[in-house]
């Protein structure tokens, strides 16, 4: 008993100087100077972050405001109208698809309702849309058909010709800012309850007992990313991502998270939760469509399902909830066993969070995949989309407005079409020439369809994919022309010689295709055709037809080069031109734009229309803030256009691309093929009365593609002629001025009836031979029937 006392009293002893010493440390300690100096800085510290809280905490809240759907309107932007009209063809103008686009109804009984349609081998019925815009009540219309092609178009009941009439411009979309985003903005109340608690679900199940912050998810997140070893999982709630993405940039640093936080309890505070989640599900990005940024569950749901939010079954409403963890990792269009399985994922929360009964949930997670996107042509027409922005800023001379309405010259079937044939057409060559995929440049290539008539632009491609180059080549590469330029020297020579003027050219004119050199500042130059054979005398019409390079330079010798330059300018060429021969072959560098409307020029008569792509821009309040008013002028002669259309259309039937003809286009059509040295480019621009579409097809850093625009271009261009050029397209038609006469090719005088080879060949009304042919006959009768009238 008296050893356990002394025991006791020897630890009290123990501990009582253990605790005299501690005293007299911590003593000692507190009255260290340095250590007096720290505490009071940490305290400074402290009280100036929570008094820079404290501001930026007021900050937000007077400042922070979450978005609402009207006030933030989207700019939108439409397609331009389709005229119905008579001689339209429904194969090529694919009117039942048009009508699809547009959500008309095909039905079998007599059309009851706007949107319905009906369709028979004798007529098109159809019950159009109301156009407000236009003030257009919702009308009945009947398309008398004969053998495809309309013949008259009937207001209906009472059956009389109506003019004009068109079809509603198709919406692209509505557009947010300079990153392309989409969205339609759903009010909570319409959103379906199994989407709410599906994102709630796999987002943030407390969001309705939280402050903002979740600090049980903050914990968990920071124990499951220690154990993993990584950052596996995050604490973020909605409020928080909802503030990320709209007040901060995306970097993850300690700083933007405190902010977040800070955000997310202003919010709490200064909204309700319904206007909250309201804004995150509208907000929330998505994922992509082509170039296109796809935030809200609505587009959400319009982009990968081709649905309304009320459409949508449970699986697909779990999809989209799925999307928000990783939306370009488990997008449906991207990898579809991914989506899947992160579907499943939010399916199995719902069940287990009782949202979903077992039976539900089994018929859900057991049900296929249907991904349906919609058909629209925001994702295959981006390059377009960047054209009309920048027009409608120059036009209206301010940045744009939220809420503009923008009426555009684009077809949507069309510009379909040449984004599908560029695709199809590099990937063909590709495999047909394995060289062309041997480097980390991808091949490249444009398109541009234009109307001649008006400058519209139907269709635009400036290269392979949007989301790997935005550059645009249709518009702002400037690439040597080759041959393209070729038509323009025989162009200003017929115009020369329609005045009189040397060197007094017609298509029947021989040119000699024999060796030459010219002198010239940089010494002399011996110009070689593309095979290095040369023919003998040759007629115009041959010349171009076969693009021989030594007529050509022979030809712009003898009218001058500034003729051409004039000439080539008239016709909108804006780039700079170099005042040689060269200009013969193709040597300044110009836009795909440019050249495909110096066509167009020419196949429009001679009258060039400055080309656009946007018809009509006004403000949220209907506003005409622009309108188009065509720039035109009569370029070149109807006379001399004509002309070169004429051996255009020789190129087609057994010149360069004859290989067009062999392919069934029967057509009227005309066009020229490129090819410039180093085969570094190709090209091919072609067009019909109607219709001019040009193609471009090369390497950005100008490799050589070793490929003439006979087998690079043209079969692009072929691709997209099939599709939206009549298989019978109307024939060219002579202006006032221009006659025909059969000569003979090889004398280039009238034939007579002792020639063995005769050709009609057109020419400006007081070019045309006099002579009737002096080898092979006197042409006696000829000139009987010439004089009596009847030749």
């Given at each position: 008993?008296?050893?356990?006392r002394?025991?006791?009293?020897?630890?009290?002893?123990?501990?009582?100087?253990?605790?005299?010493?501690?005293?007299?440390?911590?003593?000692?300690?507190?009255?260290s100077?340095?250590?007096?100096?720290?505490?009071?800085?940490?305290?400074?510290?402290v009280?100036?972050?929570?008094?820079?809280?404290?501001?930026?905490?007021?900050?937000?809240?007077?400042?922070?405001?979450?978005?609402?759907?009207?006030?933030?309107?989207?700019?939108?932007?439409?397609?331009?109208?389709?005229?119905?009209?008579?001689?339209?063809?429904?194969?090529?103008?694919?009117?039942?698809?048009?009508?699809?686009?547009?959500g008309?109804?095909?039905?079998?009984?007599?059309?009851a309702?706007?949107?319905?349609?009906?369709?028979?081998?004798?007529?098109?019925?159809?019950?159009?849309?109301?156009?407000?815009?236009?003030?257009?009540?919702?009308?009945?219309?009947?398309?008398?058909?004969?053998?495809?092609?309309?013949?008259?178009?009937?207001?209906?009941?009472?059956?009389?010709?109506?003019?004009?009439?068109?079809?509603?411009?198709?919406?692209?979309?509505?557009?947010?800012?300079?990153?392309?985003?989409?969205?339609?903005?759903?009010?909570l109340?319409?959103?379906?309850?199994?989407?709410?608690?599906a994102?709630?679900?796999?987002?943030?199940?407390?969001?309705?007992?939280?402050?903002?912050?979740?600090?049980?998810?903050?914990?968990?997140?920071?124990?499951?990313?220690?154990?993993?070893?990584?950052?596996?999982?995050?604490?973020?709630?909605?409020?928080?991502?909802?503030?990320?993405?709209?007040?901060?940039?995306?970097?993850?640093?300690f700083?933007?998270?405190?902010?977040?936080?800070?955000?997310?309890?202003?919010?709490?505070?200064?909204?309700?939760?319904?206007?909250?989640?309201?804004?995150?599900?509208?907000?929330?990005?998505?994922?992509?469509?082509?170039?296109?940024?796809?935030y809200?569950?609505?587009?959400?749901s319009?982009?990968?399902?081709?649905?309304?939010?009320?459409?949508?079954?449970?699986?697909?409403?779990?999809?989209?909830?799925?999307?928000?963890?990783?939306?370009?990792?488990?997008?449906?269009?991207?990898?579809?066993?991914?989506?899947?399985?992160?579907r499943?994922?939010?399916?199995?929360?719902?069940?287990?969070?009782?949202?979903?009964?077992?039976?539900?949930?089994?018929?859900?997670?057991?049900?296929?995949?249907?991904?349906?996107?919609?058909?629209?042509?925001?994702?295959?027409?981006?390059?377009?989309?960047?054209?009309?922005?920048?027009?409608?800023e120059?036009?209206?001379?301010?940045?744009?407005?939220?809420?503009?309405?923008?009426?555009?010259?684009?077809?949507p079937?069309?510009?379909?079409?040449?984004?599908?044939?560029?695709?199809?057409?590099?990937?063909?060559?590709?495999r047909?020439?394995?060289?062309?995929?041997?480097?980390?440049?991808?091949?490249?290539?444009?398109?541009?369809?234009?109307?001649?008539?008006?400058?519209?632009?139907l269709?635009?491609?400036?290269?392979?994919?949007?989301?790997?180059?935005?550059?645009?080549?249709?518009?702002?590469?400037?690439?040597?022309?080759?041959?393209?330029?070729?038509?323009?020297?025989?162009?200003?020579?017929?115009?020369?010689?329609?005045?009189?003027?040397?060197?007094?050219?017609?298509?029947?004119?021989?040119?000699?295709?024999e060796?030459?050199?010219?002198?010239?500042?940089?010494?002399?130059?011996?110009?070689?055709?593309?095979?290095?054979?040369?023919?003998?005398?040759?007629?115009?019409?041959?010349?171009?037809?076969?693009?021989?390079?030594?007529?050509?330079?022979?030809?712009?010798?003898?009218?001058?080069?500034?003729?051409?330059?004039?000439?080539?300018?008239?016709?909108?060429?804006?780039?700079?031109?170099?005042?040689?021969?060269?200009?013969?072959?193709?040597?300044?560098?110009?836009?795909?734009?440019?050249?495909?409307?110096?066509?167009?020029?020419?196949?429009?008569?001679?009258?060039?229309?400055?080309?656009?792509?946007?018809?009509?821009?006004?403000?949220?309040?209907?506003?005409?803030?622009?309108?188009?008013?065509?720039?035109?002028?009569?370029?070149?002669?109807?006379?001399?256009?004509y002309?070169?259309?004429?051996?255009?259309e020789?190129?087609?039937?057994?010149?360069?691309?004859?290989?067009?003809?062999?392919?069934?286009?029967?057509?009227?059509?005309?066009?020229?093929?490129?090819?410039?040295?180093?085969?570094r480019?190709?090209?091919?621009?072609?067009?019909?009365?109607?219709?001019?579409?040009?193609?471009?097809?090369?390497?950005?850093?100008?490799?050589?593609?070793?490929?003439?625009?006979?087998?690079?271009?043209?079969?692009?261009?072929?691709?997209?002629?099939?599709?939206?050029?009549?298989?019978?397209?109307?024939?060219?038609?002579p202006?006032?001025?221009?006659?025909?006469?059969?000569?003979?090719?090889?004398?280039?005088?009238?034939?007579?009836?002792?020639?063995?080879?005769?050709?009609?060949?057109?020419?400006?009304?007081?070019?045309?031979?006099?002579?009737?042919?002096?080898?092979?006959?006197?042409?006696?009768?000829?000139?009987?029937?010439?004089?009596?009238?009847?030749?």
């Amino acid at each position: 008993m008296a050893a356990c006392r002394r025991e006791v009293q020897s630890l009290s002893l123990f501990w009582s100087d253990m605790l005299h010493k501690m005293s007299t440390f911590l003593n000692r300690l507190f009255r260290s100077p340095w250590l007096i100096r720290a505490g009071l800085l940490l305290c400074g510290v402290v009280l100036f972050l929570t008094a820079g809280l404290g501001v930026y905490g007021a900050y937000l809240a007077t400042f922070l405001e979450l978005p609402r759907g009207e006030d933030h309107p989207p700019l939108r932007l439409y397609t331009a109208p389709f005229q119905l009209t008579p001689g339209l063809s429904m194969k090529t103008a694919r009117l039942p698809e048009r009508l699809q686009r547009l959500g008309y109804r095909a039905v079998s009984d007599p059309v009851a309702l706007p949107g319905d349609y009906q369709l028979t081998a004798q007529s098109l019925t159809i019950y159009l849309h109301a156009q407000p815009e236009n003030l257009t009540k919702a009308s009945v219309v009947t398309l008398e058909l004969d053998q495809g092609v309309v013949t008259q178009v009937l207001s209906e009941p009472d059956q009389s010709p109506i003019f004009p009439v068109f079809l509603e411009p198709e919406l692209i979309s509505g557009l947010r800012g300079a990153s392309r985003q989409v969205r339609e903005w759903i009010p909570l109340a319409q959103m379906p309850s199994r989407m709410i608690d599906a994102v709630l679900a796999v987002e943030d199940r407390r969001f309705y007992s939280h402050i903002g912050i979740d600090p049980i998810a903050i914990g968990r997140a920071i124990w499951r990313n220690l154990t993993k070893g990584g950052v596996v999982q995050g604490g973020s709630t909605i409020t928080q991502q909802l503030a990320k993405n709209l007040f901060y940039s995306p970097r993850r640093t300690f700083v933007r998270k405190v902010k977040e936080g800070l955000a997310a309890v202003v919010l709490e505070t200064k909204y309700r939760k319904q206007d909250i989640l309201e804004s995150y599900l509208n907000e929330i990005y998505l994922g992509q469509a082509g170039f296109v940024s796809i935030y809200g569950v609505g587009e959400a749901s319009h982009r990968y399902f081709g649905k309304s939010l009320a459409e949508l079954t449970t699986g697909e409403i779990a999809m989209i909830a799925g999307l928000i963890k990783g939306p370009n990792t488990y997008a449906p269009t991207k990898n579809l066993a991914l989506a899947q399985q992160r579907r499943d994922v939010v399916l199995r929360l719902l069940r287990d969070q009782g949202y979903l009964a077992e039976e539900e949930w089994n018929r859900a997670v057991n049900r296929p995949v249907r991904v349906v996107p919609p058909d629209d042509v925001l994702a295959d027409a981006p390059y377009f989309v960047d054209t009309v922005l920048k027009q409608v800023e120059e036009a209206i001379g301010t940045p744009l407005p939220e809420g503009l309405r923008i009426d555009s010259t684009l077809d949507p079937l069309v510009q379909q079409a040449a984004a599908e044939a560029l695709e199809n057409g590099l990937a063909k060559l590709e495999r047909v020439y394995p060289a062309l995929k041997g480097s980390e440049q991808l091949l490249q290539g444009a398109v541009l369809v234009l109307e001649p008539s008006t400058g519209a632009i139907l269709a635009l491609v400036g290269g392979r994919d949007y989301r790997v180059s935005q550059f645009n080549r249709a518009v702002q590469a400037h690439r040597q022309a080759g041959s393209l330029f070729k038509p323009f020297v025989y162009l200003a020579a017929f115009e020369a010689s329609r005045g009189g003027h040397e060197p007094h050219l017609t298509p029947a004119s021989l040119i000699a295709d024999e060796p030459v050199t010219f002198e010239s500042e940089n010494g002399t130059w011996s110009p070689q055709n593309y095979d290095h054979q040369f023919r003998g005398n040759v007629t115009a019409r041959s010349a171009l037809e076969q693009s021989l390079n030594v007529p050509a330079v022979r030809v712009a010798k003898a009218v001058g080069t500034q003729p051409i330059l004039d000439v080539i300018r008239q016709l909108g060429v804006t780039t700079a031109l170099p005042n040689d021969l060269s200009v013969a072959l193709g040597s300044p560098t110009v836009s795909l734009l440019d050249m495909s409307s110096a066509y167009g020029a020419i196949a429009n008569g001679g009258i060039w229309v400055r080309p656009t792509s946007l018809r009509t821009a006004s403000d949220r309040e209907g506003t005409a803030l622009w309108n188009v008013s065509p720039d035109r002028r009569q370029a070149v002669s109807p006379q001399g256009a004509y002309l070169v259309t004429s051996l255009l259309e020789g190129v087609i039937s057994r010149g360069t691309a004859m290989k067009a003809k062999v392919l069934d286009l029967t057509g009227a059509i005309a066009g020229k093929t490129g090819t410039t040295d180093g085969y570094r480019d190709a090209w091919f621009i072609g067009y019909s009365a109607d219709v001019v579409i040009g193609v471009w097809v090369g390497f950005d850093d100008e490799r050589s593609i070793r490929l003439t625009g006979t087998q690079a271009a043209l079969p692009i261009w072929i691709d997209i002629a099939k599709r939206i050029v009549p298989a019978h397209a109307p024939p060219f038609v002579p202006p006032t001025g221009v006659i025909v006469r059969a000569i003979d090719p090889k004398t280039e005088q009238l034939a007579t009836s002792q020639c063995p080879e005769q050709v009609d060949e057109v020419f400006i009304e007081g070019t045309e031979p006099t002579v009737y042919c002096e080898v092979h006959g006197s042409g006696i009768w000829e000139r009987l029937r010439h004089t009596f009238g009847f030749s």
